[in-house]
């Protein structure tokens, strides 16, 4: 008759399988489910939040709310790295979920110790992530590669092979894992067929998501994100730029392009301007038919910048050759009230630009346009100045193109 642990062991084993049968991931094999060995690795009564009132609980206090924004620009190889890295230091939960993913089961689990990017014994190649595992029964050796998208370096999954018959005298058991998205172990099979076992990113995702499911406050959300960034990781979503805006400033914006027409139709307005651009822009940018187009300029653009109190037009790439151009602008700019300035550009390889600038009030595009109008009136009035300098100076600006090398 087994005794009372065994007949546990064996309970829990059968429980296993059914919870892997039918959970969403569709994975068959006993103990491949992870987010399905949740409740049978830690049976914890769900928490009521104690703090409805923090953004991360929702109207049941208990469950996290799920991001629907992702958190990184794009998730890459060496985020999923480290936080698998700080599963295995820090969770002993994930450790023997990821044991019973690959069929080591009972080992009793005492405590594991994690390093990344180790050298192997016979050579200078490294492993990416090595779980040593003390057990009841003994130690456990994990050998893992991690990759997302990247291809395989020669002869890759053969020296994790080597490594781990090299450490083998020393540990009870000694496995080499490939974590990967199900799609990159499809697409390469012979590589993920040479590791002794898979464990992919959907199942680690399950796995988050299913404690986020148990757990409540600060460690479900915490879950959360890491579901998150897995999830992030399979579809290669990359977020890019989001764009806030704000209503009070496109009011505002709408405002001045109507007082514009008004008393200065010849500044066109640009696209930006007409449409519901970022909270954080504060520049009316003129569309480029505002300027002639004489053959001898380079690109060019015309501004009001409300913050920083000016208007300019800005001469691309001239200022690159400004201590030559310097003398001869400021020459021809005298008593105009109009100042040459050169920009810096500081992206590598980048150009800079000179500009010519005339002072404006200042203005905040976030307060009551009325209470501005005056100062919106005197900007628009010295951009259209600084515009009709440049119209009745064709000659002096040409004067300063032959002064530029041809690029």
Not at 285 to 305: C, G, K, N, Y
Request: glycine share 6%; proline share 6%; charged share 25%.
């Amino acid at each position: 008759m087994p005794s009372t642990g065994s007949a546990r062991r064996s309970g829990r084993r059968a429980d296993t399988e059914a919870a892997c049968r039918g959970h969403p991931c569709g994975v068959r094999a006993a103990g491949a489910c992870l987010g399905a060995l949740i409740p049978l690795l830690a049976p914890v009564a769900p928490k009521p939040c104690r703090n409805p009132v923090l953004f991360w609980c929702n109207r049941n206090e208990r469950e996290p709310v799920m991001n629907t924004v992702p958190v990184l620009t794009h998730a890459t190889e060496r985020d999923v790295d480290l936080l698998l890295v700080e599963e295995f230091a820090a969770s002993p939960l994930f450790t023997a979920a990821i044991l019973r993913a690959i069929g080591l089961i009972d080992l009793g689990f005492i405590r594991s110790q994690v390093l990344h990017s180790v050298r192997r014994l016979h050579n200078r190649r490294e492993i990416d992530i090595s779980v040593q595992v003390e057990t009841r029964r003994g130690k456990v050796l994990l050998l893992i590669e991690n990759k997302l998208d990247t291809s395989e370096q020669p002869r890759q999954a053969e020296s994790y092979r080597a490594e781990a018959e090299a450490q083998a005298g020393s540990f009870l058991h000694v496995r080499t894992i490939l974590t990967c998205p199900e799609a990159y172990r499809e697409q390469n099979t012979r590589f993920s067929g040479a590791f002794d076992h898979v464990v992919s990113y959907e199942m680690i995702a399950d796995f988050f998501r299913a404690r986020a499911g148990r757990e409540s406050g600060e460690l479900g959300a915490r879950m959360t994100h890491r579901a998150n960034l897995m999830m992030q990781a399979i579809d290669k979503q990359r977020r890019g730029y989001v764009q806030v805006i704000h209503p009070a400033k496109h009011a505002f914006s709408a405002r001045y392009v109507a007082l514009a027409a008004k008393i200065a139709p010849e500044l066109i307005p640009g696209p930006s301007m007409l449409r519901e651009s970022a909270a954080e822009s504060v520049t009316m940018i003129f569309a480029p038919e505002t300027l002639p187009d004489w053959s001898f300029l380079p690109q060019m653009r015309i501004v009001h910048q409300l913050r920083e109190g000016n208007a300019n037009v800005n001469f691309y790439g001239w200022g690159d050759h400004f201590p030559e151009l310097a003398a001869r602008v400021a020459a021809d700019l005298a008593g105009s009230g109009i100042r040459p300035v050169p920009t810096v550009n500081k992206r590598k390889g980048g150009r800079s630009g000179l500009m010519l600038v005339v002072e404006t009030p200042a203005i905040d595009q976030f307060a009551d346009f009325e209470a501005q109008i005056d100062a919106v009136r005197q900007g628009i009035d010295r951009t259209r100045a600084l515009r009709a300098w440049v119209l009745a100076h064709k000659s002096a600006v040409q004067r300063w193109a032959a002064m530029v090398p041809k690029s």
